[in-house]
Every structure is written in structure tokens, then in C-alpha cells.
């Protein structure tokens, strides 16, 4: 069901996500949109498993990083002009085996970067 934004900004709200058994969002077309969520019929496997907590443990390391790291991130990613964000980069970079990667934009922008942050305890 779709609703003109108009109506719910209205009441000041933005609503994105599942609530209360329902799930809504913004559409491209910018209308407020929302439909009964729904359960996967079929577990996730093994390996989809593995790369969600991949993914979920990523995201939680740039959470953890200090803004001194993210903004060093920021910069080799602006310097090397590249089409994705520093996040985006620091994903990409923690979930796939691109040894090279890291070395090519510290070749190019003479920025050094590290998947290992200030705040990530040492083994």
C-alpha cells in the first residue's frame, strides 16, 4: 500500500524497516510504502550463514573504529577517486580476498591503509 509522502511527513515521521509486523519504506518515486513482512520459507544455508556474520562482523569493526581511522579511510578512498564509499571500501576490503587492493591505493594516494583499527585488541 502506498501512501503520498505528504501525509506522513505530516506528522513529522520516518518510518523505514519492519514494525509490528508490517514492513515500510521510502520508494524511489518517494512514496511511502509498506506491506505484511515476510519469513524466509527456507533457513539459511551454511556458506550464507558465514558470509552474513562476515558482513556483521565487518560492520561492526568500522562501528568500533575511531574517527582518526575512518577519516583516513575517507581520504585514500576521495584521493584514489573511487566510485564507493570509505565504508563500502573497508567491507570490501575486510569480506574478499584482494591482497593486492590495499597496496595499489597506498601506491596511488600514498596513504597507507590497515584492516587492523586502534581500538581492535591484539591477539
Same mark, same amino acid.
Given at each position: 500500500m502506498q501512501t503520498k509522502p505528504n501525509?506522513?511527513?505530516l506528522y513529522g515521521l520516518n518510518i523505514q524497516g519492519d514494525l509490528g509486523g508490517m514492513t515500510a519504506y521510502r520508494?524511489? =518515486?518517494q512514496r511511502f510504502t509498506?506491506?505484511?513482512?515476510?519469513?524466509?520459507k527456507i533457513a539459511a544455508s551454511i556458506p550464507q550463514?558465514?558470509?552474513r556474520l562476515k558482513w556483521a562482523q565487518a560492520a561492526a569493526l568500522w562501528s568500533a573504529?575511531? #574517527?582518526q581511522d575512518k577519516n583516513?579511510? =575517507?581520504d585514500a578512498t576521495r584521493k584514489a577517486r573511487l566510485c564507493i564509499t570509505a565504508y563500502n571500501l573497508w567491507i570490501h576490503a575486510l569480506t574478499t580476498p584482494a591482497a593486492d587492493l590495499l597496496a595499489t591505493i597506498a601506491r596511488k594516494t600514498g596513504i597507507t591503509l590497515s584492516?587492523?583499527?586502534?581500538? #581492535?585488541p591484539t591477539p
Open positions: 501525509l506522513i511527513s520508494s524511489a =518515486r509498506w506491506f505484511a513482512a515476510t519469513t524466509p550463514a558465514a558470509q573504529m575511531s #574517527e583516513q579511510w =575517507r584492516t587492523r583499527t586502534q581500538n #581492535e
